[in-house]
């Protein structure tokens, strides 16, 4: 219910494309594996990290009623594989993307995997060296996909202003000649601006229906509201940026 209400709401507000993530939290995280910091300030005390992904897990049964739903609604469902059976699966499902997370840089098999789908492939990169990246890409190249997106990234929710680090969309784009994006967990508008002037091609962010939600995520969402604004920017400064061409 909550899902299909957050899929409306998006559609509604002008984005083109809705994520979601596909895990087990018995194949994602052990059972002793503690919180990162974000995520302690923003759940309950005594859950262990591997309980909180337990509750958030999404069954293989409301995948498939959630992306006939985006179907119906005519946007585009994406989600995040933690692993080689969650990209498989989605494979299944019929997704024209996907997405992996900055954690995901270094789970190779993953790459090689969905690299052979030949499908658009988003690959975070917020926790990876430029010479990691450069692995990844090469899996990518070897196999034919032409469809690799790099998103820039800062992975903390939310990220401080100084650890943004926007050019290095530039220095993305210059280093493996393919598009690129920015997953935007920045508070404000401001940065997405950048990224769009520097030439990010996919702007990703967090979404809620409300800031006081339980769960990890929910304090550095945007809400309806400002999702709005925040799409309202987004192409505003898309026409500030015009064209290269000098006219009178």
Known sequence: HLAKKLIRSAKKIGANIVKFQTFKAKSLALENTPKVSYQKKS??????????LKKLELSYENHKHLFNYCKKLEIEFLSTPYDLK???????LGVNYFKTSSADIVDLQLHKYIASTKKVSLVSVGMASIEEIAIVVNIYKKYGNKNLILLHTTSNYPASDGSINIRVIDTLRKTFKVPVGFSDHSKGYLAAVCA??????????????????????????????????YIKEIRKSEILLGSKEKVI
């Open 86 to 92: 969650s990209a498989k699966f989605l494979n299944k």
């Open 196 to 229: 769009i002037s520097l030439g990010a091609r996919v702007i990703e962010r967090h979404f809620t229906l409300n800031n006081n939600m339980d769960g990890p995520d929910h304090k550095a969402s945007l809400n309806e509201k400002n999702f709005l604004k």
């Open 43 to 52: 759940t309950q005390k005594n859950e262990t990290h591997f309980e909180m």
